[in-house]
Nanobody
C-alpha cells in the first residue's frame, strides 16, 4: 500500500550527486519499529532492491551501488535518505522507498517483504 512519499529526483549528468528522501507525511508508521529500503525500476525492467536499513540501523547494498550510495534514516522525522554520488547513466530509474513493520530487524531484498510504498521519484542520468 502507498503510505510514503519520495522526493529529490531529477535530471543530472554522469558524475553528479543527488539525495533522495522518503517521508511518512502522516506518521502512520510511528507506532512501530520499521525497516526501510530503496528499490528502483529502470525503463523496461523489473523493480529491484538496491539498499536497505533495518530497525537496528544495519545496512545492505547491492554491488552495483555499493561505495556510491548511502542509505540513512532520521527516526525523529520519520525520514529515510539515499545519498547518491558519482551517478551513472545506468542509474536512470524510478526510485521507490519501502517500509516493513512486520519483520523490521531483517533487511528484505524482495518487494514482497515490504508493506508500505511510495509512488516513486524519477532520476535521469545523462552521459
Amino acid at each position: 500500500q502507498e503510505h510514503l512519499v519520495e522526493s529529490g529526483g531529477g535530471l543530472v549528468q554522469a558524475g553528479d550527486s543527488l539525495t533522495l528522501s522518503c517521508v511518512d507525511s502522516v506518521r502512520a508508521l510511528s507506532d512501530s519499529d520499521i525497516g526501510m529500503a530503496w528499490f528502483r525500476q529502470a525503463p523496461g525492467k523489473d523493480r529491484v532492491f538496491i539498499a536497505g536499513i533495518s530497525s537496528r540501523s544495519k545496512t545492505h547494498y547491492v554491488d552495483s551501488v555499493k561505495g556510491r550510495f548511502t542509505i540513512s534514516r532520521d527516526g525523529a522525522k520519520n525520514t529515510m535518505y539515499l545519498q547518491m554520488n558519482n551517478l551513472k547513466p545506468e542509474d536512470t530509474a524510478v526510485y521507490f522507498c519501502a517500509a516493513d513493520d512486520k519483520n523490521p530487524e531483517i533487511i528484505h531484498t524482495y518487494s514482497m517483504g515490504y508493506d508500505y510504498w511510495g509512488q516513486g521519484t524519477l532520476v535521469t542520468v545523462s552521459s
